[in-house]
């Protein structure tokens, strides 16, 4: 186990682009051969992250483990610093899940213009950038990874997206980039301004904490970050760029976002921003809850006006983001653990929706919602798997959206010692009654594409059929683990309080409570 | 992984069954997955998984009953061998109670507890101060009540003991390094549900496996029924707030997907989501009121410990009234209480068995058990039992008067008994707001069995005649379905409360409740409304009773019921509007009209639960029958069983002997002759007017079109007081119509216009740097760069051809840069 210990992490981050430099070696045609090298490799990156988990101690998932500290650049004394702790272990088990699950479903869900060693490549150059996101522990370290998911996803849906895909490649790629290029400013200002010695946000942190930073400059460089993470997320009102984005991009391309892809600016506001600057956080955090509930209510009713199917589900991601966000805006333990709970949900069941979507729109050929109707009728299982995520979406109890939902409106009642009280329980009846447009959304699309009758020009399309065998391998772990995170959510819970514990009591003890 | 079960004070052990009851929903749970997965293979046979499971249930759950009345007997018994000092035994449980309560918050020890305890009471305190004054006045006059009590006679000497409730529960979740539970909490009320549940669940599934025979999603119905079952059934043995909240929805889920049980018409999907999203929007009081709560009782879901609290006065009044009104939000949803009620009616479109389930007999009395569940919150937060009117009583009483009036203009016989529910939830409401807990828990009882009786019994009659429209379709049904006839008469009967039927004991004890409950005689007008509303109940069942049972036969005549044995009303008015009354005779098409087109009686599946519900609506009221006032002749060991057996006796529950916070003391009400002589002729005087008007023909007849204000009054009735417009058409309408569609623009045009605009412009800059700058200043200077230039200018070419966004790249690259200097800047 000392390999594991020692490397583990390492060798699950860089093992996909092992892979990738495998298929590089044959020729482009081998479709199949490469099908099956990109999805051993995912299963065997897969098998690592299960060793490193199996091996985390989870009776101390407040501290990181598996540390890896080793020289990097050391002009500007950055480390390779890995590691992971509670906050880590459901993204990581959440990105090691969702990507052999969509290698499983392009097996003959393929996009034009096909190429599967380009296209799968990429999904594997994302998969090395999303996993070293959730374990670096080094600021420049962090940026590497966090940009480096940009590029494949670019190329995702510039090339192997729809109609409108050079606006929507070029509107993400920009979009996030811009914030990226803030924060990566904020990074650096943080090292010049705590002696410019080290990057590692452990060590960051404690700085800052024992240092005099004026307050201006905390809070410019906290909206730095927050620019970063928050056009990540998406927030309102920097989220335009996803609804394009996810319409645009082929549907494993859309999963991946949906699934992974957002979680990377929350994840960043609870591993960077919050730890590194609490004060900043607790000055930003009012501004940031207002604008986490305008999303939810904004992002509900963009999803009303929508008349695409996939581009519903695209807008309700800034409506669930925005419950995740609220969460975080708190900054309390009820707050964070309901975010990183909702995180996973979120990735779980919107992930789900696109699945589907990818599969009616390659049924019908359309998206359109009131063209379709009656799916329940051509495709039983489909509609009834539709349904499932609908309800788990408008965060049902019982199912695992609501564990992200529930907390976070719990956690607006009574926010962090120092923040305005009213204005969070305000944030929290707004929150409430997102559910209700929430449901009123969801419910619609459904009563619309899966009840009713079948139109006319979908009657005997012998291209429609039920749930095919690559579908049921994709979406069965999924709609498990929504069911069973939902019944019994200690099993994440669990695991995200311990850190969730530690960042809550750091911004306390910061912010002099 | 089950805690040890929580005995109770002194040596008092709950049997077998009683500690493991949480099994009954956990077997509907399973019942639900089976009949999913294999259910399909089955085919008829599949609805025996959930028969079997349900009957287990049932059985499990008189066992249960059983047990309890064992526990009962002995927790009072215990209470007697030593209660030599009442005072020193009052200590002790409560102690007892403290220390359950440490335990069930198990290991993270005291401290954990402690600190969060003390994290959370500046916030309480921030919720408001006590209303000193308030609560100081109500404690001032000797409520009628406390009077009332004490001449109760046989319950003196017990009045001190307490039972405490079967817990068991295991970890749900964390936060905080604090565990919360979910489990089971069994008490009186809970033993109580359990029976009633199963046993109409039962009788439900068996009449079912006639009615929908035949039906294209069979296995999906009764796959659905179990998991309504399971979820109700886990509902009433909720253990902590949260998970009350969770079975809540599931139970509307359920609700939703046996409405829209034929989906492919839309009206019935149209119901479905009504019903839904109406409870949706209640649910949002639910939630806040249970964040309150949470917080006000130091951070915790688990209910008993957040009634105690509120019955000892460590929450703050404005936190309770505020919780209990929220709550109150959600009640009326679930419940069908003005001005929520919306959805009920409409959710008639499900199969019929299904509205006598869920619609009537025990998914919509979620809210008003709710209500009795946290009671202590709502005692204490509206000060129930004072001496002013309170919310919860306002709105039952509302609803009273409201459901009834609209019973009168429905000719779908569902709607009729829709809104008779409506109006008979509002008795219980209005009974838990004047503080007759028991009368309305009571009334919930019987009221559970005559409702189904007369759900089943139409969809019986709708069975035969397949149709639910009772002016079209119905009418001299006596001669054809006597049985069906007979059982529906009597439960009528018990609906309207004629002595001795059961509603008569439960309607009474409500009416009693609001005359004598309370200071100052502070709800004699529920008395009043109540009268009236009994008034009404009997003469539009009676009405409902002459269209559909009496006069001459109008139905046979549509013979196209083109799917066979489903009910959908809606589909039928279509039918009916659309063949017009004057092609008929092709009856022969309905494979149930095969006797020249006439209806006739049901078979026994569907009789046979209408014989026990109707005998139930007949001895049901026994059980709890007063003896005091004109009935102090009634032996005691007969008296009062269900108050005796069911009443909460704890902490956790308003106490009959000592005033609370509020200064009310909890009581029952008396037997009244005059109140039960009164409201009994108000029923008979009903029945007379209505016999008068319908059989008869007497009375003003046509009066709504010669009459300005009585045409009005129809109209508005019609209308159902417009409520639908305004939820339907104005706030629905507007929300998904001009208010989204605005949203979209000002995301379209306003949002994205920046982001284009920063790139359009970004573009212009790009152009200007490179033509004036760059070609005229730099390359002018530099001539001999050609290499560069060139270079440099495809690059631009290529950017040029390219659409208008692609410049936002530069554009975007360039407020890098700008944003970047600015922040150097600084």
Known sequence: ?513 | MFGAAEAAAGAVEPGFLLENAYVVPLVMAASFALTLAIGKRLGKHASWIGIVSIGFCFLFAVGVNVQWYGYVHDSEHAAESHSEDSEESHGEDTEDHAEDEDEAHAEDGDEAHAEEGALVLPAAEGIGPMVDGESASARGPPTVAAVAEEGEGGEDGHAEYTIEPVTKSVTWWTNGTVEFEVGMLLDGMAVMMLFVVTLISLLVHVFSTDYVAGDRRYTHYFAFLSLFSAAMLGFVMSQNTLQLITLWELVGVCSFALIGHWWEEKPNSDAALKAFLTNRVGDVGLLVGMIILFFAAGQTFDIIEINTLANSGDITHTALLVASLCLLAAVMSKSGQFILHTWLPDAMAGPTPVSALIHAATMVVAGVYMVARMYGVFWNGLVIGGSSVNALAVVGGLTVLGGAGLAFVQSDIKKVLAYSTVSQLGYMVMALGVGAWTAALFHLFTHAFFKAGLFLGSGSVAHAVHSFDMKKDMGGMKQFMPKTFWTFVICTAALIGIFPFAGFWSKDEILAGASQLGGDGSYTAFLVVGSIGALMTAAYMTRCIYLTFFGEFRGGHHGEVSHGTEDHPVEEDHLAADSGHGDDLEAAHDPHADDHGLPHESGPRILVPLYILAGLAIVAGFANVPNSGALSWWPEDFALVFEHLFEPRGGYFPSLTEAGPTGAVFAHPKFDIVIALSSTLLGLLGIGLAYAWYFKGLGPHGITRRNRLAGVGHRILVNKYYFDHLYTGIIAGGVKGPVARATNWFNKHILDGVVDGVGKGAVVGGRFVYETIDQKVVDGAVNGSGYAAEGGGQVFRIMQTGKVQQYGAILFAATVVLAGVFIVVI
């Open chain 1, 1 to 513: 186990m000392d390999f594991i210990q020692d490397w583990g992490l390492t060798a699950m981050v860089f093992a996909p682009l092992a892979g990738v430099a495998i298929m590089m070696l044959f020729p482009k045609d081998a479709d199949d051969t490469h099908k099956v090298l990109a999805l051993l490799t995912s299963l065997v990156t897969a098998a690592i992250g299960i060793a490193v988990l199996a091996d985390f101690d989870y009776d101390d998932t407040g501290s990181l483990q598996f540390l890896r500290d080793n020289e990097w650049i050391n002009v500007i004394n950055s480390r390779f610093i890995l590691g992971i702790d509670g906050l880590s272990v459901p993204l990581i088990a959440l990105t090691l899940l969702i990507t052999p699950l969509v290698i499983a479903y392009s097996w003959n869900h393929f996009p034009e213009p096909h190429n599967p060693k380009a296209f799968l490549s990429l999904i594997l150059v994302l998969h090395t950038g999303m996993l070293g996101t959730f374990v670096a522990q080094d600021l420049i370290l962090f940026f590497v990874f966090f940009e480096v998911v940009l590029l494949p996803m670019y190329f995702m849906i510039g090339v192997w997206g729809g109609p409108e895909r050079q606006y929507a490649s070029i509107k993400f790629f920009l979009y996030t980039l811009f914030g990226s290029a803030l924060m990566l400013l904020s990074f650096l200002a943080l090292f010049f301004l705590t002696g410019g010695e080290t990057f590692s946000m452990v060590e960051l942190a404690e700085r800052v904490q024992g240092m005099d930073i004026a307050r201006t400059t905390q809070l410019i460089v906290f909206g730095g970050m927050f620019m970063g993470f928050a056009i990540k997320v998406p927030m309102f009102p920097f989220h335009t760029w996803l609804p394009d984005a996810h319409t645009q991009a082929p549907t494993q391309g859309s999963v991946i976002l949906a699934a992974v892809l957002l979680k990377l600016g929350t994840y960043g506001f609870i591993r960077v921003a919050l730890p590194i600057l609490p004060e900043a956080a607790q000055s930003w955090a009012p501004w940031i809850g207002g604008l986490a509930v305008i999303g939810i209510i904004y992002g509900a009713l963009g999803c009303l006006a929508q008349t695409d199917m996939k581009r519903l589900i695209a807008f309700s991601s800034v409506a669930h983001m925005g419950y995740t966000m609220l969460g975080i805006s708190t900054l309390t333990d009820f707050g964070l653990n309901a975010a990183v709970f909702g995180m996973v949900a979120h990735g779980l069941i919107t992930g789900m929706l696109f699945f589907i979507a990818g599969s009616v729109k390659e049924r019908y050929h359309t998206l359109e919602i009131k063209r379709l109707g009656g799916l329940l009728v051509s495709a039983p299982r489909l509609g009834w798997i539709l349904g499932f995520c609908t309800m788990a979406s408008l965060g049902l109890p019982g199912l695992a959206g609501f564990w992200g939902e529930f907390p976070a409106i719990l956690a607006a009642y009574q926010p962090a010692e120092g923040l305005p009280v009213e204005l969070f329980r305000g944030y929290m009846v707004v929150a409430a009654i997102g559910t209700v447009l929430a449901a009123g959304y969801l419910l619609w699309l459904y009563q619309r594409t899966a009840f009713g009758t079948v139109k006319d020009e979908f009657v005997d399309d012998p291209n429609i059929h039920d749930v095919n065998g690559p579908e049921w391998i994709a979406w069965t772990p999924l709609l498990a683990l929504i069911l069973i995170l939902g019944v019994y959510p200690n099993l994440l819970f669990k695991v995200s309080d311990g850190s969730i514990v530690n960042v809550a009591s750091q911004i306390a003890a910061a912010t002099g409570n």
